[in-house]
């Protein structure tokens, strides 16, 4: 089992906080919006979910 992470860019304020608070650098800034680089490496905690003050974070199990 794994985890998908989808990002809204249009939603994605660029502030950050997602990326800052992931455990384990799945996320980094691109182009002033956050993406996903290392989907291996999530863990499924929700941090970024509950950073994200936008909403422009969907974590999904696979």
Excluded: R, Y
């Excluded at 291996?40 to 970024?48: K, P, R, V, Y």
């Amino acid at each position: 089992m794994g985890w998908e992470v989808e990002i809204d860019t249009d939603k994605c304020n660029g502030d950050e906080e997602c990326v800052n608070i992931c455990p384990t650098g799945v996320l980094e800034m691109q182009d002033d919006k956050a993406v996903v680089v290392n989907i291996d490496e999530c863990l499924g905690c929700e941090s970024c979910v509950e950073a994200c003050t936008t909403g422009a974070i969907v974590l999904t199990e696979t």
